[in-house]
């Protein structure tokens, strides 16, 4: 959730409402925009991920009932700290443009 909140304050881009699809898309000439954000979102929860899945593999040979437990909570807390953190840095991103940011969500409006 917080790349997708990076990715819209940096590469923000108008929607529309398809015929036949529930699901707005990028209006024509945006199509790259909404891909680098998809792929971009993707790619980076692979990577904020890889530090849990690595401690996952580094304790598989501790007793699962002390290695569970504490993996869920470090795992929920790093979690926490990386949506505030992206929430922080959209925010940041967000604020020198919210004018282009308006006016973009204007367009998808109409």
Known sequence: MAL???????????????????????????AARALWATL??????????????????????????????VLLVCAACYGFALAWAGVRIAARLAESELPELCQIALQSMA
């Open 4 to 30: 997708s909140n990076i990715f819209t304050a940096r590469l923000p881009y108008p929607t529309e409402k398809r015929e036949g699809s529930p699901v707005r898309g990028a209006t024509q000439g945006h």
């Open 40 to 69: 971009g979102s993707l790619l980076g929860t692979a990577v904020a991920v890889s530090p849990v899945a690595a401690a996952e593999v580094l304790t598989s040979a501790d007793p699962a009932a002390v290695r569970i437990p």
